[in-house]
């Protein structure tokens, strides 16, 4: 039985390997020699060559579904020449192209998986290298920490044992240090106007070390706001305090808690000294004459959600009101109140006045208040109520922002 040609080609493949005369040493004579195609043979080569290149050329590389369609087209040509039909060169050349379709992919395969090969390695060295920097980063900032750590220790007063944040620093002729506050207190207890140095009890003299004074205002100190642990660049310290979540600040309402900044809203919640949108307010009989009124603090919200608190007082027959936020300085100058006075019965609006909010701080007073309004103004509009014998008005803000 015949060789199918795919046989004899694989054969070839190992004869070739073994050394054996490549196919034109064939075609040029020697044919007939054992294993190799005869003359007949070469013919049926010759006309499907790129078959055969093809098969020569990926070998066992190619799939089974290569193999088979490569069998099929030898199987059509050859019956075609059994047929007598010529093949035609456009059949054979788009066979042709198909070949070099076929190769050009598996060379780009090839070059991809290459190329994914280098990527993958890339990024496994950046990997290390971005970790080896991280790891040095680490180690630097904890050594910087330690320094810090030491310099604080250095210059800590052993007074009052705090960082100072101010200089100048005084110091005694052996260089111990103290805080200027401190040193201030020491002279005015001192005996005949001699400070001693609280290190070492020599008289402290005038000096100043102004090493001590670069070291502070070089480093980062300790927010000293309880709970706030934020450790800040000297240049940033006051700043940072004017903002911080943990800056003291006064109850909005009348009760003269102290808290911290962040626990104002918990606390407005609960605080008797304050209530939640406006009411009507009211004046006794009694109260209409000389006495001093607090009305609680109406906490509201801008279109923003920012907290404010409406404060109304009245002493020596004078009303102040006040919009408190719950914010700082900064936030305040973009915002912009407008305080409405009217007739809780007629609904008639008969003062109104616009002013900056103040920012929340350490203390409410009514004084400062940024409105001020006679009783006999307001006693010439407000409601008196038949029924309760009581004089009755309302206070009414919002809060916007100032268009530039
Ligand atoms: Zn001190
Ligand atoms: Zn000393
Ligand atoms: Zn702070
Ligand atoms: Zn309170």
């Not at 970790?131 to 007063?157: G, S």
Request: net charge negative; glycine share 6%.
């Amino acid at each position: 039985m015949e060789e199918s040609l795919l046989e004899r080609v694989m054969k070839r493949k190992v004869e070739e390997e073994a050394g054996v005369t490549k196919v034109a040493r064939v075609m040029e004579g020697e044919a007939g020699v054992t294993g190799l195609p005869t003359e007949g043979e070469l013919k049926d080569r010759l006309l499907i060559e790129g078959v055969e290149n093809a098969i020569s050329r990926y070998g066992v590389k190619m799939s089974v579904d290569d193999i088979e369609e490569v069998k099929s087209k030898e199987m059509e040509l050859k019956d075609r020449e059994e047929t007598g039909e010529k093949v035609e060169n456009d059949a054979e050349y788009k066979y042709r192209s198909l070949e070099i379709k076929l190769q050009r992919s598996e060379d780009e395969k090839e070059q991809m998986k290459h190329e994914l090969k280098k990527v993958t390695q890339n990024m496994q060295k950046y990997e290390n290298q971005s970790k080896k920097i991280q790891e040095k980063n680490t180690l630097e900032m904890e050594n910087y920490k330690k320094v810090v750590v030491k310099l604080q220790e250095k210059i800590e007063c052993p007074v009052c044992l705090e960082v100072p944040r101010e200089g100048p620093m005084p110091c005694c002729p052996v260089g111990h240090l103290t805080c200027s506050p401190c040193l201030e207190r020491l002279g005015t207890q001192a005996r005949q106007g001699r400070v001693e140095c609280p290190t070492c009890r020599e008289p402290m003299g005038e000096g100043r070390s102004s090493l001590a004074r670069i070291v502070i205002e070089n480093m980062a100190h300790q927010c000293s706001f309880e709970g706030c642990e934020e450790m800040v660049h000297y240049n940033d310290y006051g700043q940072h305090q004017a903002v911080c979540r943990f800056r003291r600040v006064v109850c909005p309402g009348d009760c003269d808690l102290l808290m911290a900044f962040c626990e104002v809203k918990k606390h407005a919640a609960t605080c008797q000294e304050v209530s939640r949108g406006f009411g009507v307010k009211t004046l006794t009989q009694e109260e209409k004459q000389d006495t001093d009124v607090k009305w609680v603090s109406e906490m509201f919200s801008d279109v923003n959600g920012a907290t404010f608190f409406l404060q109304t007082n009245k002493e020596d027959n004078i009303f102040s009101m006040d919009v408190v936020m719950l914010g700082s300085k900064d936030e305040c100058k973009e915002l912009s109140a407008e305080v409405s006075i009217a007739n809780p019965d007629t609904k008639n609006v008969f003062h109104r006045t616009t002013f900056s909010p103040r920012p929340i701080s350490v203390s409410n007073n009514p004084r400062d208040s940024s409105l001020v309004v006679r009783q006999s103004t307001i006693a010439r509009y407000w409601n008196y109520n038949q029924k309760t014998k009581n004089y009755e008005f309302t206070v009414t803000a919002k809060v916007h922002r100032v268009t530039a």
